[in-house]
T-cell receptor, first 113, second 113 residues
Framework: DGGITQSPKYLFRKEGQNVTLSCEQN?????MYWYRQDPGQGLRLIYY???????QKGDIAEGYSVSREKKESFPLTVTSAQKNPTAFYLC????????????FGEGSRLTVL | AQSVTQPDIHITVSEGASLELRCNYS??????LFWYVQSPGQGLQLLLK??????LVQGIKGFEAEFKRSQSSFNLRKPSVHWSDAAEYFC???????????FGKGTTLSVSS
């Protein structure tokens, strides 16, 4: 079945450590996105990529980094520079170019102790 | 800049009663409009979308939404709510040029018996 796979679903890390969240899609979508979700804040855009080897910052990119070396993969690294990294992270993909619906993964919950 | 407002943070509806969730957007041209639903700890599922044409849009699970340009609104409705509809609902807007979606902060729906 086609879809988006995020891993791990739950992740615990100590303060000051970098962590990488995986996002893989087999929908053959061009565009991929990372959102952060906090209670009462909705979804806020971290980074997005419309094509391989290219990505743009979203509204809250500080403290995060991404890469897009393959069409299927868009990993997100939460660096030690991110001041409040505990959150629910959602990866999504779409056909790109013309904004269409986003397809979401199941999310990864990061807790920094 | 685009923005989405969902005025109601939390709504409680009796099972079998009708439902209307409000969404207002700010955007100069005709936007792409979406409603998504999220169960706790899960990703988001698309309920319906509006790109152009008929302003009354039908979606999955018996939901519908009406685009009203004069009011900059895209309210979600359901004639008879089921207990399984309890979830968080997000309205989102996108540009036609092709960028990421902007999400509202969400409305949590509780269903009472």
């Amino acid at each position: 079945d086609g879809g988006i796979t995020q891993s791990p679903k739950y992740l615990f890390r100590k303060e000051g450590q970098n962590v990488t969240l995986s996002c893989e899609q087999n929908l053959n979508h061009d565009a991929m996105y990372w959102y952060r979700q906090d209670p009462g804040q909705g979804l806020r855009l971290i980074y997005y990529s419309q094509i391989v080897n290219d990505f743009q910052k979203g509204d809250i990119a500080e403290g995060y980094s991404v890469s897009r070396e393959k069409k299927e993969s868009f990993p997100l690294t939460v660096t030690s520079a991110q001041k409040n990294p505990t959150a629910f992270y959602l990866c999504a993909s779409s056909m790109g170019q013309v904004t269409g619906e986003l397809f979401f993964g199941e999310g990864s919950r990061l807790t920094v102790l | 800049a685009q923005s989405v407002t969902q005025p109601d943070i939390h709504i409680t509806v009796s099972e079998g009663a009708s439902l209307e969730l409000r969404c207002n957007y700010s955007y100069g041209a005709t936007p792409y409009l979406f409603w998504y639903v999220q169960s706790p700890g899960q990703g988001l599922q698309l309920l319906l979308k509006y790109f152009s044409g008929d302003t009354l849009v039908q979606g999955i699970k018996g939901f519908e939404a009406e685009f009203k340009r004069s009011q900059s609104s895209f309210n979600l409705r359901k004639p008879s709510v089921h207990w399984s509809d309890a979830a968080e609902y997000f309205c989102a807007v996108g540009e036609q040029a092709g960028t990421a979606l902007i999400f509202g902060k969400g409305t949590t729906l509780s269903v009472s018996s």
